[in-house]
T-cell receptor, first 113, second 115 residues
């Protein structure tokens, strides 16, 4: 299966700890997106990459959040000094290019205690 | 401000009948509209889309209708099947902007199709 993969699928952490999530997009997909979904809501855009360049960040993405996509392949999303409000499903999606169909991974569910 | 609204949190339909899911948006700049389906423990899956130059797009049992003047789109599923039970999200995009591809989603509608 060559779909989008995300690891870990679940993460439980204590408030104040740092966490890092990984996303492996579909091969040769230039665009990679991060979204966050909380209970009862649709996914909310966080940031996206065109190859290795991070082109836009939502104001939802505080200074505690950082994302990278070295070499334009996989991407990581790190949250420093986690807060209970960071508890959510973090979704990654990739597409061939802008406006093309976005294929989502299964998500990483984060619970901050 | 909620730019995309799905006002029905849930919908229950009998197998074989039509399911109609609705979505309203506020910004007339949006010109590309999509529906995604999500099963538990999986990411959203693309279902069907429509651009603002059309008012209808069909793909098998799924049809999306766009009413630009009312800023409203709907998804029709005919006939509905139990396997269609899932959460359905509408999403919008703006092709003319620098953020083309940055989707804005509605809150979702839980569809349950009863055998």
């Amino acid at each position: 299966d060559t779909g989008v993969s995300q690891n870990p699928r679940h993460k439980i952490t204590k408030r104040g700890q740092n966490v890092t999530f990984r996303c492996d997009p579909i091969s040769e997909h230039n665009r990679l997106y991060w979204y966050r979904q909380t209970l009862g809501q649709g996914p909310e855009f966080l940031t996206y990459f065109q190859n290795e360049a991070q082109l836009e960040k939502s104001r939802l993405l505080s200074d505690r959040f950082s994302a990278e996509r070295p070499k334009g392949s996989f991407s990581t999303l790190e949250i420093q000094r986690t807060e209970q409000g960071d508890s959510a499903m973090y979704l990654c999606a990739s597409s061939v290019g802008p406006g093309e169909t976005q294929y989502f991974g299964p998500g990483t569910r984060l619970l901050v205690l | 401000d909620q730019q995309v609204k799905q006002n029905s949190p849930s919908l229950s339909v009998q197998e074989g009948r039509i399911s109609i899911l609705n979505c309203d948006y506020t910004n007339s700049m949006f010109d590309y509209f999509l529906w995604y389906k999500k099963y538990p423990a999986e990411g959203p899956t693309f279902l069907i889309s429509i651009s603002s130059i059309k008012d209808k797009n069909e793909d098998g049992r799924f049809t999306v209708f766009l009413n630009k003047s009312a800023k409203h789109l709907s998804l029709h599923i005919v006939p509905s099947q139990p396997g269609d039970s899932a959460v359905y999200f509408c999403a919008v995009d703006y092709a003319g902007g620098t953020s083309y591809g940055k989707l804005t989603f509605g809150q979702g509608t839980i569809l349950t199709v009863h055998p």
